[in-house]
C-alpha cells in the first residue's frame, strides 16, 4: 500500500484550532475522570437482575446440594452375569460388576460462585437452585442521557435546519458497554431554563437519582450554550474544563453538591464519542469498581502530520498489519467509525508510518 500522510487543519472555532489554556491533555484528562471518582456501594439484587452484574462475595452453599437422593438416569450399568460387585462411578466396569450413576453432591459451605465473577445465566440458574433468592453484586452506575438541541428530530429525513438525533439511539447502548446502566433519557431544547430542569435532581426523589448524567451539546463557548452556566447555577464544579484532544476538545466533566458526576459532550457526533471514551469511559469504570483500561502499542498505517498541541484520537482499520487511519473522520462524521476495529492516539508531534503508538480498542470491539 502507498505511503499516505495525514494532515489536520481547521481555522477559528473548528475542532481543529489550539487548545484553551487549562486545557487537560488526553491522558491527563483520562486519569481524571478515573481518580476523582470512588467505587460505589454493594448492592442486594433479585436473580433476574443479576444476570451480567460482578459477584461482591462468594456465593457458599447452604445445604448439601443437591438435597435429596438423586440419580443421572434411571437403572444401573451392568457388566457380566451376577452377583455383581458394584463399583464406584468412574472404575472400570469387568465382569460381574455393576455401577449406579449418582449425580455429584456439593457439600454445605462449599464456593459455589466466587467473588468477582461476571454472573451469566447459568450462574443465575445455579444460585436459584441453591436457594438464592437476591445476591450481593458491586455496584453499578445509573447512568441518564440528556440530549440538546431544538433542532434535533428523531425520525424521517431531516429538512433545512434540522438534524437526525444521532445520540438517543446508540448512547445507552454504548454506555453499559463501558460499565454503567443506561437510565432515563431525556430530551431538552436549547435555553437555559430547560438546562436547569434537565440537570436538576428535582424531578425524582433522592433514591432514585442517577450517579451520573450524560449530556450532549451545549459545551461551547457561545451564547446558546449553557452547560457551564448551569453547573455553577446548581452549585456544581468543573473538573475537566476542555481537553488538547481532536476530535472532543469540548468535553467537560463537573460535580455537583449532591455527589452526581455530569459528563459534558459535544454536539457533533465523532467529537461526543470521542469525549465519552476519553471521559465518561474511565469514570463509569471507578465508579463500577473496574480498572481503567490500558492503551495497547500498534504499527501506525500512515505517515500524520504534527498538530500545534493536540493529541488526535483516529478510528483505524486493520490493513496488512497496519492500523491505518479511517477515512471519513471528522467531528461530525461516523462513517469511519462504523468501520474501525479501533482509534490511535496521536500526539501533537505526529506519527511516522510503521511507527509504534497508542490505541484503545471500541467498547463493541474491545480487543485489538
Request: proline letters at 9%; aromatic letters at 4%.
Amino acid at each position: 500500500m502507498a505511503a499516505q500522510t495525514l494532515a489536520i487543519v481547521g481555522g477559528p472555532g473548528s475542532d481543529g484550532g489550539r487548545p484553551a489554556v487549562g486545557d487537560h491533555t488526553w491522558a491527563a484528562a483520562r486519569r481524571l475522570a478515573f481518580d476523582c471518582a470512588r467505587p460505589l456501594g454493594l448492592e442486594r439484587v433479585p436473580l433476574g437482575e443479576a444476570n451480567g452484574r460482578t459477584l461482591a462475595a462468594d456465593l457458599i452453599t447452604l445445604q448439601e446440594m443437591p438435597h435429596y437422593a438423586s440419580s443421572a438416569m434411571d437403572g444401573w450399568a451392568v457388566c457380566g452375569d451376577g452377583p455383581r460387585v458394584l463399583r464406584e462411578p468412574g472404575m472400570p466396569l469387568g465382569s460381574s460388576h455393576a455401577i449406579l450413576m449418582v449425580d455429584g453432591s456439593a457439600p454445605a459451605g462449599e464456593v459455589l460462585i466466587a467473588a468477582g465473577t461476571t454472573l451469566n445465566p447459568a450462574h443465575v440458574a445455579l444460585a436459584a437452585v441453591a436457594g438464592f433468592d437476591r445476591l450481593e453484586v458491586r455496584g453499578k452506575p445509573l447512568v441518564k442521557i440528556l440530549v440538546s438541541g431544538s433542532e434535533v428530530v428523531t425520525s424521517r429525513v431531516p429538512a433545512a435546519g434540522q438534524v437526525r438525533d444521532a445520540f438517543g439511539p446508540p448512547l445507552g447502548t454504548v454506555i453499559g458497554m463501558l460499565g454503567g446502566t443506561p437510565g432515563p433519557l431525556v430530551r431538552i431544547g436549547d435555553s437555559y431554563e430547560e438546562w436547569l430542569t434537565g440537570l436538576g435532581a428535582a424531578e425524582a426523589p433522592m433514591a432514585q437519582w442517577p450517579d451520573v448524567v450524560v449530556t450532549t451539546g451545549g459545551t461551547g463557548r457561545f451564547g446558546a450554550d449553557h452547560f457551564r452556566k448551569a453547573i455553577a447555577a446548581l452549585g456544581g464544579r468543573l473538573l475537566i474544563d476542555g481537553v488538547a484532544v481532536r476530535p472532543g476538545h469540548p468535553a467537560a466533566l463537573a460535580k455537583l453538591p449532591n455527589g452526581r458526576f455530569i459528563i459534558g459532550l459535544p454536539g457533533d457526533p465523532l467529537a461526543a464519542l470521542m469525549a465519552l471514551f476519553t471521559v465518561g469511559g474511565p469514570l463509569l469504570a471507578a465508579l463500577g469498581h473496574q480498572p481503567l483500561a490500558e492503551t495497547t502499542q500498534v504499527p501506525c498505517g500512515a505517515t500524520i502530520s504534527a498538530h500545534p498541541a493536540s493529541t488526535r484520537l483516529m478510528p483505524f482499520r486493520w490493513i496488512s498489519g497496519l492500523a491505518v487511519p479511517a477515512r471519513y473522520a471528522g467531528p461530525g462524521m461516523l462513517r469511519g467509525l462504523a468501520a474501525a476495529d479501533g482509534f490511535l492516539v496521536i500526539p501533537a508531534r505526529g506519527a511516522q508510518r510503521g511507527e509504534p503508538v497508542a490505541a484503545l480498542g471500541l467498547p463493541w470491539r474491545p480487543e485489538l
